[in-house]
């Protein structure tokens, strides 16, 4: 690997990007695979969601395409009886979690062992520690003082799921109060409310199957 290239890839650590080496001549690129149209970019896209590397055959080259994705990760707003499963399932599938909850009560140690806990105001913890194009963010609190700004601050960011918690009629009344917050209707359609695959889910763990599955679906396809 050229210097160049490392120190690229060093210095842009939190966006994904792929490493395409012709290995005939040796050529090297460093590609955003989610900016990247040509055919090249468009294959790099594929081994980005597939967190793959491998050999790729475009005009008769020969590329070997070499991911380097940042972390996953999984923010959850709202420290309730979801979350927890939803934080032990996350972390087996490889994501790094965080909890955000003002509420003190809620988002403790003894209840999300091993998690990031950050006990503040969504708007505020995101705009110190904002969510990346590997970054997923499901609010769950049912407090539109708590789940809206979390949704704004996701809305607003390069997070490839926004997940939002309660029924039909809640996510209407919600899309609503975005909306008269100048939100256009495409950008709130990124919104997958009611959250989760449609699997009749009904206990809290199987809610929480049910959100991983979506976002597995919507990060690998």
Do not use: C
């Not at 003082?145 to 949704?151: E, G, M």
């Amino acid at each position: 690997m050229k210097r160049a290239t490392l120190d690229a890839l060093t210095r842009e650590s939190a966006a994904p990007r792929i490493r395409a080496l012709d290995r005939a001549s040796g050529e090297e690129r460093l590609i955003d695979p989610f900016s990247d149209e040509t055919p090249l970019g468009l294959a790099a896209r594929a081994a980005a969601r597939a967190d793959t590397s491998g050999e790729i055959e475009i005009d008769g080259r020969t590329w070997f395409l070499e991911v380097h994705n940042p972390p996953l990760e999984l923010v959850l707003v709202g420290a309730v009886h979801i979350a927890q499963p939803l934080a032990k399932m996350a972390r087996l599938a490889g994501y790094a979690v965080r909890v955000i909850d003002p509420r003190a009560a809620f988002a403790t140690e003894a209840r999300f062992p091993g998690v990031r806990l950050h006990q503040g105001w969504p708007d505020e913890i995101l705009a110190a520690f904002p969510l990346g194009s590997r970054s997923a963010l499901v609010v769950l609190a049912h407090d539109p003082k708590i789940d809206d700004p979390a949704l704004e601050a996701a809305l607003a960011s390069p997070a490839f799921y926004v997940g939002a918690l309660g029924s039909k009629k809640t996510h209407a009344a919600r899309l609503e109060r975005l909306s008269a917050r100048g939100f256009d209707p495409a950008t709130l359609a990124r919104i997958r409310g009611p959250v989760g695959l449609a699997i009749g889910a009904r206990s809290p763990a199987e809610i929480a199957l049910s959100i991983l599955a979506q976002m597995t679906q919507t990060l690998r396809t």
